[in-house]
């Protein structure tokens, strides 16, 4: 058995820690407080979380299962989906465009991806994935950002919220950032800041990964986390669509939602 040594954004030895087992999380708000210079209180809202729900709080010892948690709704949302596929596949040049189709209508499924991977994800890099994404999925954003401003049964807003996707940096990242923004209050250094912090966190199972990255013809690149990828997303926004409202409201989502949003986390 091999230990991997874990450079963690976190205080192991604090008796707060998120969890031993699980890489890569954090309190975004307590994470971008702490960075601006503010003091979170994050234990005394999930105190008063559980005094309104009725529910005692857990014990402090980070070994519950999702699934144990009460009040909990799970909702899953792919940020790479079919929209996203079909913006690859037009970047392709016509006869790996045919050729993808033909392979994947005769099976070859990981060969295709393979030839997406090395003729169009790699030139494009995180950064123009990233850009990608946005533009191609703005259904699936729209229905994030919807979800981040919908009630519960009992009128109550659905926070806390736990956003994950594979590696918790790409999708994860770009809707976290998205978030940030909106606010309209936290500094592009403290974003940024809060982005790379989750490439430390990924060492542990950087090998790992980079076995299946290798098969898409991608390089280790893949699994960094590039301190210009917040401003290069933050000007396509405000460049394309004059800003991230401008965005959310051209995919969609309505301003008193939005308003519901930013109340809620500037709170």
């Not at 994404?133 to 401003?149: C, K, N, W």
């Not at 909106?182 to 199972?205: F, I, K, N, Q």
């Not at 409202?245 to 709170?267: N, P, Q, W």
Request: one cysteine or more; proline letters at 4%.
């Amino acid at each position: 058995m091999t230990s991997h040594p874990r450079s963690s954004s976190v205080d192991l030895d604090s008796p707060d820690r998120p969890f031993d087992n699980i890489i890569n999380f954090r309190d975004v708000g307590r994470s971008i407080n702490r960075l601006m210079g503010k003091k979170p209180e994050h234990q005394m809202a999930t105190a008063k979380l559980h005094a309104e729900s009725g529910t005692a709080a857990p014990p402090n010892i980070n070994t519950d299962h999702l699934f144990q948690l009460p009040h909990v709704r799970r909702q899953l949302i792919n940020l790479t989906g079919k929209a996203f596929e079909r913006s690859l596949l037009w970047r392709l040049d016509w006869w790996n465009f045919f050729k993808v189709l033909a392979l994947a209508a005769s099976g070859y499924r990981d060969d295709a991806v393979v030839i997406v991977g090395q003729q169009v994800m790699s030139p494009r890099g995180l950064v123009g994935l990233g850009l990608d994404m946005l533009d191609s999925s703005t259904a699936e954003m729209r229905e994030v950002f919807e979800l981040f401003a919908s009630q519960n049964g009992g009128g109550d807003r659905t926070y806390p919220v736990l956003v994950h996707c594979t590696q918790g940096k790409d999708r994860t990242g770009l809707v976290v950032l998205m978030l940030l923004l909106l606010t309209g209050v936290v500094s592009d250094e403290a974003m940024t800041a809060d982005y790379v912090r989750s490439e430390p966190e990924l060492v542990v199972e950087a090998e790992e990964r980079m076995k299946e990255i290798r098969k898409l013809g991608l390089s280790e690149d893949y699994i960094k986390c590039p301190d210009r990828f917040i401003m290069e997303i933050r000007r396509h926004l405000d460049e394309r669509y004059g800003g991230v409202e401008g965005y959310l409201r051209f995919a969609g989502v309505e301003k008193k939602k939005l308003d519901v949003i930013r109340e809620t986390l500037v709170a």
